[in-house]
Structures are given as C-alpha cells and as structure tokens.
C-alpha cells in the first residue's frame, strides 16, 4: 500500500515538474515570438518620424538661427578694438592735457595735444588745455610750510608765500567735463570736432577731417572773433623722428633719455639760494608725503625756431615714414628733441589757417633746388607740388 | 528623465534636434574660418567681431547637439576615395597654414609644418575610420 501510495506522489510530483518547467518556459517563448515583432514596430515608428522629418524646415531653420546668431555678433556686441577710418583717424580723449592720438593704419602715429599747444591771448601765451592743482604742503619742526615739487633729478621745496588753498591754474581751459567731441562720418570723409566749452576765449576748439583712403588729413583751430586773440601753435608729440627743413638741413633727432638707480635729491629753495642742508623732520616730511623711491631720469636733446621754412618733413629711419607738416600761413616752427615736442605757429587774421599732414611710407628724400624730392610708390616729385596737390584736393 | 510625447509632438522634437546639430556645425566652421583669419589679420577681426560672445554662442549650440542627439538608423558607409582625397587636403591645408605662421624660423619652421600637416592627416583618418572599426 506504501509502494502503491509512492508511486501515486511521484506520478502527482512529475506532473507539477512539467507544467512547471512549461510555464517557465512561456516568457522566454514569449519573448522569442514577439520581440522580433516589437523591434520591427518600433524601428517601423522610428523611421516613421524619421521619414516624416521634411529637410525643407530643417535648412530653413539653419538658415534662421544662424543667420540671427551671425546679427547679433555683430551688431549687439562690441568688438574689442574700436574701428579706425582708413588711411588717419583720431581718437580725442577727454583726459588731462586733452589728447588727440593720430592712428595711420591702425597704429599709433603721434599725438595733438591741447596740453602742448599754445594760444597768445591779451599779450600772454599760455597752454591751450592745462590742469587745476592744489599745492603740495609740508611743515618742518617750527610749523613752517613749504611747497613741494617733484622734478626729474631733484625735488624742490619753496617757503609757501601765497594762499595755499587758491588753486593753481595752467592753461586757458582747464574743465575737462564742458569738453564735447562729435564725429560725423560720410562715404569718403569723417569729421570730428572738439569743443572745449564756454570761458573767456568763446566758441574754441578743433577741427579734424580726414578723407577715406587717403594718407593725410587737416586740423584747424577756431574761436570766435576777438581782438585779443593772437598767435596759436598746434602743438603734438612725436617720437623718433629726425626734422628736414626747406633748405636742406637735416636736424637729427638726439633725444636721449637715461635713467638713474638713484634717490632724488631734496633741495631747499630758499630767499635765492638753493641748499640740501635741511632738518631732519622737514625731510621725514618730504619723504611721507612724496613717493622718492623713482628712479632720477636725465634729458637732453637739442631745440630750434625755423621761421624760413613753408614746411617740415618728419622722418622716421626706423619705420621708414616721413610726415611733411605744413600751414598756408605758418609763421613758425619749433623743435625740441628734448621733450620730442614740436609746434607749428600760425598768426590770427579773422581765424586760424590749417595744418596739413601727409604720410609718406619708405619715401627715398633728395634735395635740390630749396625743396626735398620724395620717391616713393605713393609719391614721386618735389614736396611743394605734392603740398600744392593736396591742398587743391581737400581744399 | 522621459516625456511620453505624441507623434506630432516628437516629429518636432525631431526637426529641432537636427536644426542644432546643423546650426552648431556651420557656427563652429565659421568660428574657426574667424580665429584663422584672426590669426593673419587680427585687427580686421578686431574691429569687427567679439570673438568671446561667438565662441559663447557656438558653446550654447554645441551642448544643445550633444544633449540632444539626432537618432539615426544606422548606416554603414565605406571609406572611399573622396574621404582619402580629403584627408590629404587638409593635411597639406594645415601643414601650409602652420608654415605660414612659422616661416620665419627657418629650417625648423618647414620640419613643424610637415609634421603638422601629417598629425593632421592621421587624425582625420583615425578619425573617419573610426566608426568602421567599432
């Protein structure tokens, strides 16, 4: 009955077995019959959108997207380095001195400055455009005041013998916020005028205007009518630059600038003499109040007035560019290699004439006949012809 | 994260993802056409464009294209003679380019340009037969 019972559960037990094992083969059953379906659905879907994508909107879109990104580059941005006029522009900062830096092709070629030039007015030249400044005070042990004035080998004390807290004024315009620059560019010409405010000395100012690929340009100085106003000198730095007069001669730039690993000295200017015998505290004083530790720079450098010559050729020998600089009714130039200055006079008669500036680039330069002779790819002919050119030109 | 979207809806979705892929493709060869000429005259460059806010912009696209791939069916193409013809061409390309940078040193100029150019070539070709291998 045992036996007959056990072979009864083995029969029950090997009949679970199996539909067990059937049932745990159905999903692998499932998934062999119907994933092949499913891959083929969902490829089918995929490539349904992708046949469905219309190439049309995709390129126009491109097109859209670029095209606004390309616009806003380049117009809703700023580009690093402001856009020059081609051949000169000038860029006139409303800083001290009010600089007018002159670009030829890009790059800096020397500076007009309000700072060097000058303007006679009732009887006494003065700068065009100075500084206001307060003087600098010291006191020594007796609470004595002194002035202070740093130079380039010495710093100099005076006994204080006006109001220090009057101002101390250099130059006819000293506001650099009345100070308005507008420019006005055309196809083939840019404008740009300065004006520097209202004063005693009305309606005065600059004129700039340069001429679309051309390598030179014109400033003109005005001011209003007025009886007291008398000689103005455009006055501009320009560094490394020999001067060639009418006649012939060669002025060879000699500035030289050297500086010293040295202390300046500190010298008291006092009833006349000059002495650096002072005491201790005075000194204490200085030295808190002046920064001493620069180095001591010496200068020198030759001058020279021409009043015999219609124009001045600047020349570079290092970068092989010469500059002829010349005013219809100049009536003088002046050089200082010392300082790398050099001004060009011209005498008021109901307003101020120009000042013409014309780049030659690699000019080869004879003289012959009280006139210079340039042979260049710009130009080829004596220099007064090609000043008479450019002045038929711009006028 | 997954969004059940319709059909009309992915169809879109679709569309867009292959307007970034092209957008940041054209804006990359332009970007790179600008740093070159950049490279010679940069000053007509300068004056001009802020490169900073285009390689910006060209950033934005590039990250839109990588987040959001476009789904292709595979397609396996060989590697025939117009991708060799291209390899070259940009080989010799950027062996000129390097040259033109370089000339003034000389001797070793010319020995920098010709390894460029091949660096170059090898790239691309590991490059284009990338795909193949895999």
Redesign the interface.
């Known amino acids: 009955m045992n036996k007959g019972k056990k072979d009864e559960w083995e029969e029950e037990f090997e009949k679970w077995r199996k539909e067990s094992q059937k049932k745990a083969a159905k999903p692998a059953e499932f998934h062999e019959i119907y994933s092949s379906q499913i891959k083929e659905e969902t490829?089918e879907k995929?490539?349904?959108?992708?046949k469905?994508?219309?190439k049309k909107?995709?390129?126009l879109?491109?097109i859209v997207?670029?095209l606004a990104?390309?616009l806003?580059?380049?117009f809703a941005?700023?580009?690093?380095?402001?856009?020059?006029f081609k051949d000169i522009d000038v860029i006139v900062k409303d800083t001290t001195g009010l600089p007018g830096d002159i670009y030829y092709k890009?790059t800096n070629l020397f500076t007009l400055t309000g700072w060097e030039s000058k303007l006679e007015y009732d009887g006494k030249e003065d700068r065009l455009f100075g500084k206001e400044s307060y003087k600098e005070l010291v006191f020594d042990e007796n609470g004595e005041a002194y002035t202070v004035i740093s130079l380039d080998k010495e710093i100099r004390l005076e006994p204080l013998t006006t109001n220090p807290e009057e101002v101390t004024r250099i130059g006819w315009f000293t506001d650099l916020e009345k100070i308005t620059v507008n420019e006005e560019t055309s196809w083939d010409e840019k404008k740009v005028d300065v004006l520097l405010g209202s004063g005693e000395i009305e309606g005065a100012g600059f004129d700039y205007n340069f001429y679309k690929k051309k390598p030179y340009f014109k400033i003109k100085f005005n001011a209003d009518e007025n009886e007291k106003l008398g000689d103005f000198a455009y006055g501009f730095t320009m560094k490394g630059y020999d001067v060639l007069l009418e006649n012939g001669t060669w002025l060879k730039n000699d500035n030289e600038v050297v500086e010293i690993e040295q202390t300046p000295e500190i010298i008291l200017n006092k009833s006349g003499s000059a002495t650096t015998d002072i005491s201790d505290e005075l000194r204490e004083n200085v030295l808190n109040k002046i920064n001493v530790n620069q180095k001591v720079t010496t200068r020198s450098g030759s001058a020279s007035d021409v009043s015999d010559s219609k124009y001045e050729i600047f020349y570079n020998p290092e970068e092989e560019k010469a500059i002829i600089v010349y005013s219809p009714e100049s009536a003088q130039f002046k050089n200082s290699f010392l300082w790398n200055v050099f001004w060009v006079y011209t005498p008021y008669d109901d307003g101020y004439a120009p000042v013409y500036f014309i780049v030659v680039e690699e000019p080869e330069l004879l003289h012959g006949g009280n006139d210079w002779y340039i042979e260049s790819e710009q130009y080829a002919g004596s220099v007064n012809d090609y000043i008479s050119k450019v002045v038929g030109e711009i006028g | 994260m997954r969004f059940n979207l319709s059909?009309e809806e992915?169809?879109v979705w679709?569309?867009?993802k292959?307007?970034f892929s092209?957008?940041f493709q054209?804006?990359l060869i332009?970007f790179l056409i600008v740093l070159l000429v950049k490279e010679f005259y940069p000053?007509f460059i300068?004056?001009?464009?802020?490169v900073n806010?285009?390689m910006l912009?060209v950033i934005v696209?590039g990250a839109l294209s990588i987040l959001f791939p476009v789904?292709?069916?595979e397609r396996k193409e060989e590697f025939n003679l117009r991708d060799k013809l291209l390899i070259i061409g940009l080989g010799v390309l950027g062996a000129a380019i390097i040259f033109l940078k370089l000339k003034e040193l000389g001797w070793i100029g010319y020995v920098i340009s010709i390894l460029g150019g091949l660096i170059i070539a090898l790239l691309s070709w590991l490059l284009l037969t990338e795909n193949d291998e895999h």
């Open positions: 490829r995929i490539s349904g959108v992708e469905s994508i219309n909107w995709i390129v879109g491109s997207l670029v990104a390309v806003i580059i380049s941005t700023t580009p690093p380095v402001e856009a020059k890009g | 059909y992915r169809r679709e569309h867009a292959y307007i092209y957008v054209t804006l332009l000053s300068d004056t001009r464009i802020n806010w285009f912009i696209f789904e292709k069916t």
